[in-house]
């Protein structure tokens, strides 16, 4: 690892989180961005994306420069196979790709402790969301009965969104009793929402929008609602400046920001 800056190589650099990232990272003293990686990409898209020409822009895993973190915002068909990948050339993988299955997250964590590599799966960078998910968490031991509404851009592919499946999980391990049973009948399919770990989840997808969750809980005689907006992916940075400065020192690899909050 460079004694003076984490370097870092980040795939799906084309996309809205992975350009911010490689401009993030250019503009921050304490990481170097030394390659971009695509299969698909041209010699172009390092202009196209306002790289300095020193960034290596990798098509295949023969041109990857050297590097100590792995930032990847891709899509879940081809995650697993990258940060198989990363780790083969010893890099810390920072996963940022949404839509991660149980099984794919079991699977990269496989990878991982077979290469004796930590690293970091985060469903979302966005500090105010995390700590969403913390205090869903301590209100569940009070309020069992919950429902999570996320609303997202239109353009989101996957639904629903990581950070409220990460939340329904955080409810569920925060819960000492078991949630009332829903009577309803329902005239609609789906329209209580999907269940995971028994709390309905229920995902808008509008432009307008960028990212927004709030998780209601009900009790006897009272309720409570705890919600985040995101207006700007430029708060993503924060957390994404964070999780390089950080993700090098974990033993495995890890899910969510909060393995690296203070």
């Known amino acids: 690892m460079s004694e003076s800056k984490i ?36 010699l172009t898209d390092g202009n196209d994306t306002h790289l300095p020409s020193q960034v290596v822009v990798a098509t295949t895993e023969d041109e990857l420069p050297e590097a100590d973190v792995w930032l990847d915002f891709t899509t879940p068909a081809v995650v697993e196979h990258n940060v198989e990948v990363a780790l083969q050339h010893g ?25 004796h590599l930590g690293g ?32 997202h851009h239109a353009d989101k592919r996957d639904a629903p969104s990581g950070t409220a499946v990460a939340t329904a999980h955080a409810i569920a391990a925060g819960r000492q009793q078991e949630p009332d049973p829903d009577h309803t009948e329902s005239s609609v399919d789906g329209v209580r929402g999907g ?11 509008l ?6 969750e709030q998780v209601l809980f009900g009790g006897t005689g009272e309720a409570l609602t705890i919600r985040q907006d995101t207006y700007d992916r430029e708060s993503f940075m924060v957390g994404v400046k964070l999780a390089l400065s950080k993700v090098t020192t974990l033993t495995e690899l890890k899910v969510g920001l909060e393995q690296v909050l203070d």
């Open 7 to 42: 370097r870092v190589i980040v795939a799906g650099f084309r996309g809205s989180m992975g350009t911010a990232s490689c401009q993030t990272i250019l503009n921050d003293d304490r990481f170097e961005l030394t390659g971009v990686f695509g299969p698909h990409a041209a």
């Open 91 to 115: 890099l810390v993988p920072l996963v940022g790709t949404s839509g991660l299955t149980t099984a794919q997250i079991k699977s990269l964590q496989a990878l991982a402790a077979s290469a």
């Open 120 to 151: 970091l799966i985060v469903p979302n960078f966005g500090l105010s969301a995390v700590l969403l998910t913390q205090f869903a968490k301590q209100a569940a031991k009070y309020f069992p009965n919950a429902e999570i509404i996320e609303m």
């Open 195 to 205: 269940i995971v770990d028994n709390v309905p989840i229920h995902a808008v997808r």
């Open 207 to 212: 432009p307008g929008y960028l990212a927004h």
